[in-house]
């Protein structure tokens, strides 16, 4: 446990009475190795000046500032590869703090919490015993960046893989179908996850290429469920830039067909990382999918581009409500009101309803209580490969049983 005497603390506020108190409540917790600082700019440049064993571990940042706010004061934190961690201290409302909260995050920056003014000392040391210097050492490690030539050359050489995370019915826990998701075998950096690699083959043209691994594969692994009496619904993530030409409108139907699995059971999930400028290729494909009797679902919904004018558009028969808006609903009005505003909006348009990111029984609960049609997330079960789900479905049938719904009849 680190000494509170050795944690260095920076306080950034504009108001000279809140500089004095906060110093006097660190002070009277044990924290001595504190730096007071009355605007942004003064604040940076002692940051900037200092050695790396001199840096303050945790910054007590005031958002709102005459010269800079708390906001221009993070971004500048991030220009400064800034390895601490923030507490906001604000008289400003609780949206507003929240908003904050998550832009820090963004932008890869730890955040303890925040505090309203007047400060009570208990609450701030209860944020700062959060603190851990592995939080720092966490912060600055990057990500490696790869090429468009190895990502081409991984697709060709069968380097991808898929694995496939539940989905079930929030009213009896039945498994219906499966979301596919990509990852790459690399040999020697281990599993990539799409978040690496998805930018790279959009931006370099190779993201038809891609997704036509990704479906052939999950077609061929639906056909082995099918042949062992497990009638799933498989989903797989299609770009809008794979809708661009009329090519993949047939390679979906003619694989879907040879090998033997029915439109019904197959979900295309659409996200729309950026603008299209010509809808005209993309609503045709779409439009003729759906004739064919294949599913539609409109994914991530409520960020980026996937919004009401899709709805508006599309022919979609399933709305994938985005993570962000359903961990922590139950307690987080904000989220709560987007939640509820999704799942009211696709029950109008006859839609069905899935909630993505169910994270914990508080997520799943709320889930049951406002008749949520079908659930996807940690709390269920985390990605898997193909052979895994068997096993994976007995263990989910005797939680649901034991765990979930003990004292009622539920279908298997």
């Not at 594969?217 to 809708?243: F, G, H, I, Y």
């Not at 029915?262 to 979900?267: D, E, K, L």
């Not at 009101?337 to 169910?358: C, F, H, K, P, W």
Request: glycine share 6%; net charge negative.
């Amino acid at each position: 446990m680190v000494e509170r005497s050795a944690v260095k603390i920076l306080v950034l506020d504009d108001e000279t009475f809140m500089l004095k108190l906060l110093n006097r409540i660190l002070s009277n917790l044990g924290y001595s190795s504190v730096t007071l600082c009355d605007s942004g700019r003064a604040a940076l440049e002692k940051i900037a000046s200092t050695g790396a064993d001199t840096v303050p571990n945790v910054i007590l940042l005031d958002l709102n500032m005459p010269e800079m706010d708390g906001i221009e004061f993070v971004r500048h934190l991030v220009d400064l590869h800034y390895l601490g961690s923030l507490i906001l201290v604000s008289g400003e409302d609780e949206r507003i703090l929240q908003t904050t909260v998550k832009l820090v995050r963004a932008h890869k920056i730890p955040i303890l919490g925040y505090l309203h003014k007047p400060v009570k000392p208990d609450a701030l040391s209860e944020l700062l015993e959060s603190w851990a210097p592995s939080a720092a050492d966490a912060a600055g490690m990057a990500k490696k960046v790869y090429t468009a030539d190895e990502l081409r050359a991984a697709i060709e050489g069968g380097q991808l893989v898929n694995y496939y995370q539940p989905k079930v019915v929030v009213a009896t826990g039945e498994v219906v179908g499966v979301e596919t998701l990509a990852r790459w075998r690399h040999p020697a950096d281990g599993i990539v996850f799409p978040d690496q690699f998805i930018g790279v083959a959009e931006a370099a043209g190779l993201i038809d290429d891609l997704t036509k691994a990704v479906f052939a594969e999950a077609m061929a692994q639906a056909k082995l469920w099918q042949e062992m009496q497990l009638p799933l619904r498989v989903a797989v993530n299609v770009s809008m830039d794979n809708l661009a030409s009329l090519d993949f409108l047939n390679f979906v139907a003619e694989l879907a067909a040879k090998e033997g699995i029915a439109p019904q059971n197959v979900v295309l999930e659409v996200t729309e990382t950026k603008l299209m400028q010509d809808t005209r290729a993309p609503l045709e494909i779409l439009t003729r999918l759906r004739l064919k009797r294949f599913r539609l679902s409109i994914d991530d919904f409520g960020t980026g581009h996937s919004s009401l004018a899709q709805l508006r558009d599309i022919p979609f028969d399933e709305l994938k409500i985005d993570q962000g808006f359903v961990h922590h609903a139950g307690t987080d009005e904000t989220l709560r009101a987007i939640y509820d505003a999704s799942l009211s909006l696709a029950r109008q348009l006859n839609m069905e309803v899935v909630a993505e990111g169910v994270q914990d029984r508080e997520d799943w609960d709320l889930l049951r209580r406002t008749g949520c049609d079908l659930a996807q997330g940690a709390f269920v079960s985390s990605p898997m490969l193909p052979e895994d789900v068997l096993d994976w479905i007995e263990l989910w049938r005797e939680r649901v049983r034991t765990e979930l719904f003990p004292t009622e009849d539920v279908k298997e």
